[in-house]
Each structure stands twice: as C-alpha cells, then as structure tokens.
Nanobody, 123 residues
Framework: QVQLVESGGGLVQTGGSLRLSCLASGRTFSSYSMGWFRQAPGKEREFVAAISRSGRSTSYADSVKGRFTISRDNAKNTVYLQMNTLKPEDTAVYYC????????????????WGQGTQVTISS
C-alpha cells in the first residue's frame, strides 16, 4: 500500500514557475515508477511526465517538454515536478501516481494516486 500526498500548487501568472512535490508513505517508494498527470475541468486526466524507479530515465508529454522537469529523491520518498514558463493551458488539478510498470504514460497502469493539487495560471 502506498499513500501519496501532493503539495506546491497555487496561483501564478503566465510565464511563472511552480514546484510540485509528492510525498509517498511506506518503505517501497523506490520500487515504483512515478508519474504526474493533470486534469482540467471537463477533460480527461492526461499524462504529464514519468520517472523510472532509479530516477535515471524520464518521459514527458509533448505539451510540457522543455518546460517541466520531473525528478525524485528516493531517500526522501518524494517525487517533484518543476514547472517553468507556465501557460494558462497548464491550469488543472495535478496528480501524482505510482505504477509497477516503468515510465508508463497510461493512467490505468497507476495503482495509487494522490488527492491532487490545484495549479492555476492567470493570463
């Protein structure tokens, strides 16, 4: 069982930055590939970024490539999402998830989810 708690969301202006954190409970954090997803009102939850168990490999949605960076600290049971050059279309609730499958972009492969953190970008 893994419990995930996101933090770091907020309201920022276009072009600003935010750093999201996701703290995982339990001793098995390093056995999971981690991912960030987001869901805007009226839309499906969509993939944003994923990171391998070791942290050496990452993958990104095309819409955030070059602006967002996912990282993890297995000693702290935490995964991060650094978001730069934010745009109004990045506005959404951001969720972190834990998956047994490495670097998966499919939300159905994620067994555990946090409660989400709201990110709002003003134009």
């Amino acid at each position: 069982q893994v419990q995930l708690v996101e933090s770091g969301g907020g309201l920022v202006q276009t072009g600003g930055s935010l750093r999201l954190s996701c703290l995982a409970s339990g001793r098995t954090f390093s056995s999971y590939s981690m991912g960030w997803f987001r869901q805007a009102p009226g839309k499906e939850r969509e993939f944003v970024a994923a990171i391998s168990r070791s942290g050496r490999s990452t993958s990104y949605a095309d819409s955030v490539k070059g602006r967002f960076t996912i990282s993890r600290d297995n000693a702290k049971n935490t995964v991060y999402l650094q978001m730069n050059t934010l745009k109004p279309e990045d506005t959404a609730v951001y969720y972190c998830g834990a998956a047994a499958r490495e670097l998966t972009m499919q939300k159905n492969n994620y067994a555990y989810w946090g409660q989400g953190t709201q990110v709002t970008i003003s134009s």
